[in-house]
């Protein structure tokens, strides 16, 4: 399974386009889950991510400091004082949504030399470890 990470991973290095907002695999897990609901606070964002607390800052420095612009925004919790609020910003939402698309396309050309009894076998096998995956995550 790892190696099939890394050569999905370098296929898709592959295809990127100079245009692309560069992001990284935490960064675009922070912008997914603010798409889900926002404002989140720092605090939320590195519980469901499952990083420490410094990694988490320094994936919100990044963010904040891309050079298309901003794609969050941050600003102290009204009330409590001690927490950070995060939004989305427009630049945010587009990043997202194009890396999102970059990464599904990628998938599904991937996928198209699978015959589509292959495919169904793989996405049910992918349910199976996903819900494992869910299982550990939910333990921690």
């Not at 290095?13 to 603010?34: A, M, P």
């Not at 991510?49 to 990694?55: A, E, F, H, N, R």
């Amino acid at each position: 399974m790892f190696e099939m990470s890394k050569d999905i991973w370098a296929a898709q290095n592959k295809s990127k386009t100079k245009d692309q907002t560069e992001l990284t695999e935490t960064e675009f897990l922070t912008l997914d889950l603010l798409a889900d609901r926002q404002p989140q606070t720092v605090g939320d964002l590195q519980k469901q991510i499952g990083i420490l607390p410094t990694q988490m800052s320094r994936v919100i420095r990044a963010l904040e400091s891309k050079s298309d612009g901003p794609l969050i925004r941050c600003q102290i919790n009204q009330q409590d004082k001690r927490k950070v609020d995060v939004e989305l910003t427009e630049a945010g939402r587009q990043a997202h949504q194009a890396y999102r698309q970059f990464k599904l396309g990628s998938i599904q050309r991937l996928l198209t030399g699978l015959s589509e009894q292959d495919r169904l076998e793989l996405v049910r096998i992918l349910r199976l470890v996903r819900q494992e995956a869910r299982k550990v995550l939910s333990q921690k």
